[in-house]
């Protein structure tokens, strides 16, 4: 049954590849690749990978679709005939391809026990992480705690993201609220908007703080927490958007979520550990790697949401 | 005693809802204009997607797992009409005229 799923999948996902190279409308192109990421995200599922099936729904199917569509709202939604022949790009994509093909060749069959990737550190973290770290989701121990340098970088590309962002597009703020009579239009669209927005924030928040136990984490809560505002944006414009939550305030927020990752590792280390040591953090190692995960996943969570908010709010405000 | 009852009940909604899925599909195939294909949408949204929600609510029984299929229930409610509201609207907005059949009497 699961390999039917899987082939199912598979097909559809290759469907929607040539359907992406062929169409012309780049409107349509950026539903097909949100279409790709939920199918991925489908298969993701049937491998039993849910964090990863939760980051891909969130982030591939939902914060990439709408940059991909403000920035065809900048840019107009033709694509532009090649001015080339196709013959060159088609000769280099074959070889490249050919050559990943025969790279394959060289790697352990798929779900092989013997796998490098099976016998490497997976059994040690699979075994260490109930008695040594106490949180029942392996994959969140090993991304805060065992690999927290890792993440660490990570949120710090992420804030570099925003920050490039914001330095190459820069930012130009509305004051155009929307108030008054004009707020009694799109009337459906509006109220469902008001009733989500609290709900979309709580399950965020309910996304960050089960991460230990369930799928989920800073990253895919804090791109919920950015998608309440987005449909708040969507819903109301852009200048009601602000109001809420202002741009200054943004722009700190992002730098915060990294600082408190970071401070974490400094804390660790004025208390006698290693950077980003979480053990010494409390009394009992268990609860001070509670702790540690728990605040870092929160930094993860304010600079991811602070971000994709900066990069959204500075393309949409672009257009004029 | 209540077990097969309600393992039929759940079928009966799994199938019901399966059936509709496809009719939408098909409806979104052959429908000759937008807003009837978003008419085909909406049955996706609110029969088919809500009575296998419903169908697995019953395999669920009462723990956690149904809780969670109770809420995404209650959220497909509301988001999918209003998505298709919302689509119909900015349609309407963008000047897209419905097709009209003008050999009618």
């Given at each position: 049954m699961e390999y039917f799923i899987d082939v199912v999948l598979l097909g559809l996902l290759m469907i929607t590849g040539f359907a992406i190279v062929r169409m012309k409308s780049l409107l349509a192109v950026a539903m097909l690749t949100s279409i790709y990421s939920l199918l991925s995200a489908s298969l993701f599922m049937v491998l039993d990978a849910v964090d990863v099936a939760l980051t891909e729904a969130a982030i591939g199917a939902g914060i990439s679709t709408i940059l991909m569509l403000a920035t065809i709202a900048l840019t107009g939604d033709e694509e532009q005939a090649p001015r080339h022949k196709p013959l060159l790009p088609l000769i280099v994509v074959f070889t490249t391809g050919a050559a990943l093909i025969y790279g394959t060749l060289d790697m352990p069959h798929y779900g092989d026990p013997a796998a490098p990737v099976h016998r490497h550190v997976a059994p040690t973290y699979l075994q260490d992480t109930p008695e040594k770290i106490g949180v029942p989701n392996v994959v969140t121990s090993v991304l805060a705690s065992y690999r927290g340098y890792d993440t660490l970088g990570e949120v710090t590309v992420i804030f570099t993201a925003g920050a490039g962002v914001l330095a190459l597009l820069g930012y130009r703020s509305r004051r155009r609220n929307i108030q008054g009579r004009e707020i009694k239009r799109l009337v459906v669209l509006r109220v469902i908007a008001k009733l989500f927005f609290p709900l979309i924030l709580l399950f965020a928040l309910y996304v960050l703080f089960h991460g230990d136990y369930g799928p989920g984490g800073g990253f895919q809560a804090g791109v919920i927490f950015a998608t309440g505002f987005i449909l708040y944006a969507l819903a109301f414009g852009l200048g009601n958007a602000q109001r809420l939550i202002p741009h200054q305030l943004l722009r700190i927020m992002a730098a915060v979520g990294v600082l408190i990752y970071a401070a974490v590792g400094i804390e660790s280390m004025?208390?006698?550990?290693?950077?980003?040591?979480?053990?010494?953090?409390?009394?009992?190692?268990?609860?001070?790697?509670?702790?540690?995960?728990?605040?870092?996943?929160?930094?993860?969570?304010?600079?991811?949401?602070?971000v994709v908010l900066i990069i959204l709010f500075c393309y949409v405000s672009r257009r004029d | 005693m209540m077990a097969p009852v309600l393992d039929v009940l759940s079928w009966v909604c799994l199938l019901g809802g399966a059936f509709f899925l496809l009719v939408g599909a098909i409806g979104i195939l052959r429908f000759p204009d937008f807003y009837t294909r978003l008419h085909a949408v909406s049955v996706c949204d609110t029969m088919g997607a809500g009575l296998v929600l419903i169908g697995l609510m019953l395999q669920g029984g009462l723990s956690l797992v149904t809780v969670k299929l109770l809420l995404m229930f209650y959220f497909m409610l509301f988001t999918g009409p209003t998505a298709v509201h919302a689509l119909a609207e900015a349609a309407l907005q963008g000047k897209l005229k419905p097709v009209v059949d003008e050999h009618e009497p």
């Open positions: 004025l208390l006698g550990g290693k950077f980003l040591e979480y053990r010494v953090l409390a009394d009992d190692p268990v609860t001070g790697q509670h702790l540690g995960i728990m605040l870092i996943e929160l930094g993860i969570g304010i600079t991811v949401a602070a | -």
